[in-house]
C-alpha cells in the first residue's frame, strides 16, 4: 500500500508560482510512475502530468505545456509540480497518484494509488 501525501496548495493572483509536493509514506514500495491530476467540482480528473521515476521521463497536457515542470527526488520519494504562470483556469484541487504500470498515461484509470488532494486558487 503506498500512502501519498501533497502539500503547497494555496490561492495566488495571476502570473504567479506555486509548488506542489507529493511524498510516498517511508516504508511503501516505490511505484515507477507518478503523476499529478486536477480536479474542478462537477468535471473528470483531468491528467497534468507524469514522471517516470526511474528514468526522469516526463509528459504534460497541452494546457500546462511550457508552464509545469515535474521533477522527482528520489531519496526524498517526493515528486514536486512547479507551476509558473498560473491562470485563473488553474484553480483546482490537485492530486498526486502512483502506478506501476502507468507509462506515463495522464488517465485517471491507469493509476493505482492517491493522495488526498492539494486546493489551488488562482485570481484574476
Known amino acids: 500500500q503506498v500512502q501519498l501525501v501533497e502539500s503547497g496548495g494555496g490561492s495566488v493572483q495571476t502570473g504567479g508560482s506555486l509548488r506542489l509536493s507529493c511524498t510516498a509514506s517511508r516504508y511503501s514500495p516505490r511505484h515507477n510512475y507518478m503523476a499529478w491530476f486536477r480536479q474542478v467540482p462537477g468535471a473528470e480528473r483531468e491528467g497534468v502530468a507524469s514522471i517516470d521515476t526511474r528514468t526522469g521521463s516526463t509528459r504534460y497536457a497541452s494546457s500546462v505545456q511550457g508552464r509545469f515542470t515535474v521533477s522527482e527526488d528520489y531519496a526524498k520519494n517526493t515528486v514536486y509540480l512547479q507551476m509558473d504562470s498560473l491562470k485563473p483556469e488553474d484553480s483546482a484541487m490537485y492530486y498526486c497518484?502512483?502506478?506501476?504500470?502507468?507509462?506515463?498515461?495522464?488517465?485517471?484509470?491507469?493509476?493505482?494509488?492517491w493522495g488526498q488532494g492539494t486546493q489551488v486558487t488562482v485570481s484574476s
Open positions: 497518484a502512483a502506478g506501476l504500470a502507468s507509462y506515463l498515461s495522464l488517465q485517471a484509470s491507469a493509476y493505482s494509488f
